[in-house]
């Protein structure tokens, strides 16, 4: 079982927006602003998206976005597009030099 | 540009040592960074294993801390996992990842991922 839970799929159509939540405790995205996500495609690895809450990586699409509410971390992907099909992951810091992952959201376009 | 590659054992059995290595290039292991190792068991999500830096500090997750040894060579630029005592639950996909942590936190640069398979 995962630390950090993640509801298993979301979908939208090209050109809607979702967003992806990844909640936690106090002891991890609540206390810290290390929240990171990751793309994953089925065979690859992952891939940063947004680190910090809320920081883009330099080259990365501008579509994807991050923020923070209390234990709750969330993950939106506007202007929905087909390659943007995949697995999402958040990380969290939570303490004690420890990380933890949430069991990913399968992102489907419809 | 970092690259990360993984090697090692595709099959192990149980009750053995799993061994696997990560090759750096394009970045020195001593200039920086943690490095990381996180697995995705089949069907299931990415479980962050541990983490080490030059220095030789490591730190690890604490369901797997007991049989988990990660050591970082920075004479070759590489880095290494041990996973003792083995069974079919440790088989998974083992990726090798460079690991900022302080500043910013995130891991950013991923090795291809390697699959082993505990079964004798």
């Known amino acids: 079982q995962s630390v950090l839970t993640q509801p298993a799929s979301v979908s939208g159509s090209p050109g809607q927006s979702i967003t992806i939540s990844c909640t936690g405790t106090?002891?991890?995205?609540?206390?810290?602003?290390?929240v990171s996500w990751y793309q994953k495609h089925p065979g690859k690895a992952p891939k940063l998206m947004i680190y910090?809450?809320?920081k883009g990586p330099s080259g990365a699409s501008n579509r994807f976005s991050g923020s923070k509410s209390g234990n709750t971390a969330s993950l939106t992907i506007s202007g929905l597009q087909a390659e943007d099909e995949a697995d999402y992951y958040c990380?969290?810091?939570?303490?004690?030099?420890?990380?933890?992952f949430g069991g990913g959201t399968k992102l489907t376009v419809l | 540009q970092v690259q990360l590659q993984e090697s090692g054992p595709g099959l192990v059995k149980p009750s053995e040592t799993l061994s696997l290595t990560c090759a750096v290039s394009?970045?020195?292991?001593?200039?920086?960074?943690?490095w990381g190792w996180i697995r995705q068991p089949p069907g299931k999500g990415l479980e962050w294993i541990g983490s080490?830096?030059?220095?030789?500090?490591?730190n690890y997750n604490p369901s797997l801390k007991s049989r988990v040894t990660i050591s970082v060579d920075t004479s070759k630029n590489q880095f290494s996992l041990k996973v003792t005592s083995v069974t079919a639950a440790d088989t998974a996909v083992y990726y090798c990842?460079?690991?900022?942590?302080?500043?910013?936190?995130?891991?950013?640069?991923w090795g291809q991922g390697t699959l082993v398979t505990v079964s004798s």
């Open positions: 106090s002891s991890d995205v609540g206390d810290y602003n290390y």
């Open positions: 394009g970045y020195s292991i001593s200039s920086g960074y943690y």
């Open positions: 990842a460079r690991h900022s942590y302080g500043v910013a936190s995130f891991f950013d640069s």
């Open positions: 990380c969290s810091y939570a303490g004690s030099g420890i990380w933890v």
């Open positions: 080490g830096f030059h220095t030789g500090s490591a």
């Open positions: 910090d809450v809320n």
